[in-house]
């Protein structure tokens, strides 16, 4: 991310709490950009490169099983897509998203910084998924740098609202990870049974957060006063509650969606045993790596018998998603312009 403004975690330096000057923020912008490091990028060109790979003899060894070539095999699992449909859910599911997803950016400005309201974030909301073509986490970035030049918002105080809503996305999947693990844990996989003790130990740190933020345990650590934490010294328990409350809709009518979209692609599944899969498959696909790989690999994991249908699936699902939700961005990307730069 180029500059402070368009990423909340570049500021963690700073321990003050004071607003600051324009010549502080320039200062920030370039310690910034000095810290920036390809050791990232590296990382995840490498998962990348491991997801392709492992793809790669997973759908050779599922097409040798047929007695196809890898290019017959994956033609034929299209071939037997009902796309038309599909393609009408996923419209209307994108849509849904973006209501429920720009809602809970509202909401979360309104409650720790300003008066800002559904209408005015609807473009600059939009536009951000064209960014988060390449990055989620950038597209909430350049939500922060637009407000801070149409309103005078100190970029850091919108950054650190962007970091409440991306620590309270971590906790809001766990929390219908562990629902899904209740209710369908039987049917799982293995690897999944260390999935209680991942919750268990996510709900520990976040009460412990919690206390921190109010000053009831060590109260007189200086960490919390760091400006990128701002948000979080206001956040109060029923913040945390409603966030999950409001973004809640956009995952259960996921593992609808997704459902359906399985079963179009010719893979049976259920609601019920797809709850406990989606949260973890939602955290491969925030891993920032081309064509959603992570997610995609996940998928093929998750169900084994149906390499070449999931593989399928999880490409166009996934990528899918995100350029509709960049066409949704170029409808409101001339509206942004004009109150970004009039």
Not at 50 to 64: K, Q
Not at 102 to 116: F, Y
Request: hydrophobic letters at 55%.
């Amino acid at each position: 991310m180029p500059t402070e403004d368009l990423n909340p975690m570049t500021e963690q330096s700073d321990t003050d709490s004071v607003d600051p000057t324009p010549e502080t923020e320039a200062s920030d912008n370039a310690a910034a950009q000095r810290k920036t490091s390809p050791l990232g990028r590296l990382v995840f060109l490498a998962i990348t490169a491991a997801c392709f790979v492992y793809l790669y003899f997973r759908l050779a060894g599922a097409a040798s099983r047929e007695g196809l070539s890898l290019t017959a095999y994956m033609s034929e699992v299209f071939a037997n897509v009902a796309w038309l449909p599909w393609l009408g859910l996923m419209m209307a599911y994108s849509l849904f998203y973006f209501m429920i997803d720009t809602l809970v950016v509202t909401r979360a400005l309104n409650w720790l910084l300003a008066d800002i309201k559904f209408k005015d974030i609807l473009p600059i909301r939009a536009s951000a998924y064209i960014i988060s073509v390449f990055n989620e986490q950038i597209g909430k970035g350049a939500m922060a740098y637009y407000l801070n030049k149409r309103d005078q918002i100190p970029g850091w105080e919108v950054g650190s609202v962007m970091l409440f809503i991306m620590f309270c996305e971590i906790f809001y999947l766990m929390f219908w990870a562990a629902i899904g693990f209740a209710f369908g844990g039987d049917s799982l996989p293995p690897v999944f049974s260390i999935l209680p003790y991942i919750i268990a130990g996510a709900g520990i740190f976040l009460v412990l957060w919690l206390l921190y933020f109010r000053g009831i345990i060590l109260p007189q650590n200086g960490f919390r006063e760091r400006r990128i934490l701002h948000a979080f010294r206001l956040a109060r328990p029923w913040h945390y509650f409603m966030f999950l409350v409001l973004r809640s809709p956009a995952l259960l009518a996921a593992v609808v969606v997704y459902t359906v979209a399985l079963n179009l692609f010719g893979v049976d599944a259920s609601f019920l045993s797809l709850l406990p899969y989606l949260p973890v498959i939602f955290f491969a696909a925030a891993v920032p790596t081309p064509m959603r790989a992570a997610a995609i690999t996940f998928w093929v994991v998750l169900f084994p018998e149906n390499e070449g249908q999931m593989a399928a699936f999880g490409f166009v699902q996934h990528n899918f998603f995100i350029l509709f939700n960049a066409i949704i961005g170029l409808v409101f990307w001339r509206r942004a312009q004009r109150e970004l730069f009039s």
